[in-house]
């Protein structure tokens, strides 16, 4: 009996232990450390950004700090990091969340000279942060850009790459994270959010400006969102996709991981043999093709299904990964796309435009004729500014 006491003790403290361990040692948007890592001097602005920079937008030296903080990925805790620009001798903080594109995670394409965390301050690499994030902050905004879960210190995990229900999740946590950092340092911010973004980060910040307004409103209040060449209507952007699926297109590889991130992420994940018609297995093998032709990289009765409407399943997968309509935005829009893009089909901010105009007066499109995917991010960081200094 006593025997028994003392076996069902041991199994009671050894069990309290593992509660213990699995207890999480951070909050989501808690913030976790800050490390000043950036100092550029006014001076050194407008080489620091690049010769397509108009200088008379250069108005403050710039800080940097790296932002570790706690978020969840998959229903877990986990940490990850984010840059902050913030101009100079400031106490008045005029918030602007920057979400970069597409960066492919193998260090074979130099990723870490493009993860904003990492930014050393130079005028090489890191082309994004400093055309847009530099530009916004030099301009007088303080300027945060998430890593991202799958980059940086989160780089053994995979990105939930276009799935924007899993992407904002680490994304709110830093916004949240950064107020932190503010209130730490004693610095003035009355939750007026800017949102901002490219490409991938372009859907990031359109998804963003939607959610906040649903159900952060509390926290922020958006004042507008900018928006370049953004996949804002998934149903109509795989169904262009796949009955032209003989065509050849350069971006595949991305439709390919794109396809991957809405199965993976999602409450789908379905195996991977049912959508594609060659070996995925992982994030890094979902872009590894061969081809350029989606009738070649996806599995026939696949394609017919969600053309058809059969695949209800997935539809609603990529119906509810869709932002050009339903939602009446409080804040206002600003749209940007090339007529030429051939990577994130124009007819996504047409179709932003047309089906939130429907819901509000606050939607704005710039449209740049022969514009490729990344012709005029100049043109767009500049209206960007012009249109976000007119709100403040």
């Not at 998934?234 to 003989?246: C, L, Q, R, S």
Request: include cysteine; proline fraction near 4%.
């Amino acid at each position: 009996m006593k025997f028994a006491i003392l076996i069902a003790f041991v199994f009671l403290f050894f069990s309290s232990c593992e509660k213990e361990k699995e207890t999480p040692l951070f909050q989501r948007g808690e913030l976790l450390d800050v490390e000043e890592t950036i100092d550029i001097h006014l001076s050194e602005i407008p080489s620091t950004i690049g010769d397509s920079f108009p200088t008379s937008l250069a108005k403050f030296g710039v800080k940097g700090y790296k932002i570790t903080y706690g978020t969840i990925y998959e229903n877990k805790p986990i940490r990850s990091q984010a840059l902050l620009l913030m101009p100079e001798n400031t106490n008045d903080i005029c918030l602007v969340a920057y979400f970069h594109g597409t960066i492919l995670p193998l260090k074979l394409f130099d990723s870490d000279r493009k993860i904003p965390s990492k930014y050393d301050g130079g005028a090489t690499e890191w082309r994004e942060v400093r055309w847009c994030g530099v530009s916004l902050a030099t301009s007088g905004y303080t300027v945060l850009l998430p890593d991202y879960i799958g980059y940086g210190t989160t780089a053994d995990k995979e990105h939930p790459f276009v799935y924007y229900p899993e992407l904002f999740k680490a994304n709110i946590d830093a916004l949240l994270a950064v107020k932190t950092f503010f209130q730490q340092q004693k610095l003035t911010y009355d939750n007026r959010l800017f949102l901002a973004g490219w490409s991938q980060g372009a859907g990031a910040s359109l998804s963003a400006h939607k959610y906040i307004e649903a159900d952060y409103a509390d926290q922020f209040k958006i004042i507008a969102s900018s928006n370049l060449a953004g996949p804002y209507n998934f149903t109509h952007f795989i169904e262009d996709i796949f009955t032209n699926a003989n065509q050849h297109y350069r971006a595949a590889a991305l439709y390919t991981w794109a396809a991957y991130a809405l199965n993976r992420f999602s409450y789908l994940n379905r195996p991977c043999d049912q959508i594609f018609s060659f070996p995925v297995y992982d994030q890094f093998s979902a872009f590894d093709v061969l081809t350029s032709k989606p009738s070649e990289l996806f599995r026939d009765y696949f394609i017919e299904n969600l053309l058809n409407g059969n695949d209800e399943l997935f539809r609603a997968v990529i119906t509810e990964n869709s932002f050009h309509s339903g939602w009446a935005p409080q804040g206002k829009i600003f749209l940007h796309h090339g007529t030429s893009d051939d990577v994130v089909p124009y007819f996504n901010s047409e179709d932003a435009y047309n089906g939130l105009n429907q819901e509000s007066d606050n939607v704005f499109f710039y449209s740049y004729k022969n514009g490729t995917h990344d012709s005029h991010v100049d043109e767009y960081i500049k209206h960007t500014i012009e249109d976000f200094n007119k709100l403040r």
